[in-house]
C-alpha cells in the first residue's frame, strides 16, 4: 500500500534547469496520471495503487508543485503541456492512456490538441475545460500577489487550509489536510502557493476549447455532483463539445472526488480501461 505518511516520488527529470519529480509504479500498458491544483500527485494514490495492478502507472508533480521545482517562474497552463510533453518522451511512452484531474485536465487537452501527443483513452476528472473560470479568490490573488506572499506564515497556512477544504464535499481527515497543505508551507512553498494563482488564465482555455469537437479518441469524463469550484454544467458542456464522449456524475463528492470517492471513480475507469472485474 501507498502509505500518506511516506509519500515520496524517487525519479527526476530535468526540465530546462527545474527539477520535476516522478514515480513509476507496476507492469503492463502505460497509463499517465496528471494532478490539479493546488494539489500534488499525493492526491491521485487511490487511483495509482489499483491502476498498477493491471498497468504501468506513471505519475509526477507539476512544475511548481508538490515535491517538483517550486522556486519562482513560469509554472501556467501554458508551460505545463511542454512539461507533459517532455516527460511522455522521456519515458518513451508514444499512446498511453492518461488521467488528468482539473488543471492536470487541462494539461492533457493542450498536450494533445497543441502538442500533437497521442493518448489511446483520455479519462477527465473535473477539469478546468470550459472558460470562464477562476474563482473570486483567484483573481484577488492575481491583483495582489505580493501582498499574499508576504502574510506571516501561520496566516499563509490558515488560508491554505482553509481554501482547501472548500474543494471538499465532506469533512476531510486531518492526515490527508496535512498532506496537501505541507507542500505549500516548506521554505518555497508560500510563494509557489500565489505564484500558480497568480499565473492562472482562461486564454490557456479558450485557447483549446474551439478544438474540442476535433478529439477522436474514446474520453470518459467523470464529475463531483456537489463540485462547487467548478460546477457539473461545465462538465455537461465538455461532453456536448467532444464527440462520443461519455460523462458520470459521482454523487456525494465535490471537486476533490479524488480524496472523496476514489472507488466510484475506479468503477467507471476500469471498463472505460477494458479492466475485467472478477465477480
Known amino acids: 500500500m501507498l502509505e500518506v505518511s511516506e509519500w515520496k516520488l524517487p525519479e527526476s527529470y530535468d526540465f530546462n534547469g527545474r527539477i520535476v519529480r516522478y514515480g513509476v509504479r507496476g507492469h503492463g500498458p502505460a497509463v499517465v496520471l496528471v494532478h490539479g491544483t493546488p494539489w500534488s500527485s499525493f492526491n491521485l494514490r487511490h ?16 512544475l511548481g508543485y508538490g515535491q517538483s521545482d517550486k522556486s519562482p517562474g513560469d509554472v501556467s497552463l501554458g508551460l505545463q503541456n511542454q512539461v507533459l510533453t517532455q516527460l511522455l518522451d522521456h519515458w518513451g511512452l508514444k499512446n498511453p492512456a492518461i488521467i488528468g484531474h482539473d488543471f492536470g485536465g487541462t494539461t492533457v487537452l493542450r498536450t494533445y490538441l497543441i502538442n500533437g501527443c497521442k493518448f489511446n483513452k483520455i479519462v477527465l476528472i473535473d477539469p478546468v475545460a470550459i472558460s470562464p473560470w477562476g474563482s473570486p479568490f483567484f483573481q484577488h490573488v492575481k491583483a495582489h500577489q505580493s501582498a499574499f506572499a508576504g502574510v506571516p506564515d501561520y496566516i499563509h497556512e490558515a488560508i491554505v487550509r482553509a481554501y482547501v477544504k472548500t474543494a471538499a464535499f465532506m469533512p476531510i481527515d486531518t492526515e490527508t489536510l496535512n498532506m496537501i497543505v505541507s507542500p505549500w508551507t516548506d521554505p518555497n512553498g508560500k510563494v509557489a502557493f500565489y505564484q500558480q494563482m497568480a499565473q492562472a488564465n482562461s486564454g490557456y482555455t479558450d485557447e483549446v476549447q474551439p478544438l474540442y469537437p476535433l478529439i477522436t479518441n474514446p474520453v470518459l469524463i467523470l464529475w463531483g455532483r456537489e463540485d462547487t469550484w467548478i460546477p457539473m454544467e461545465k462538465g455537461k458542456t465538455l461532453h456536448e463539445m467532444i464527440p462520443g464522449s461519455s ?3 459521482i454523487p456525494d463528492a465535490g471537486h476533490l472526488v479524488i480524496e472523496e470517492k476514489p472507488d466510484l471513480l475506479m468503477e467507471k475507469i476500469r471498463p472505460f480501461f477494458g479492466i475485467k472485474v472478477l465477480q
Not at 495509482?48 to 505519475?59: A, D, H, Q, T
Open 47 to 62: 487511483l495509482i495503487e489499483p491502476l498498477s495492478k493491471e498497468f504501468c502507472v506513471y505519475y509526477y508533480d507539476l
Open 247 to 249: 460523462l458520470h456524475v
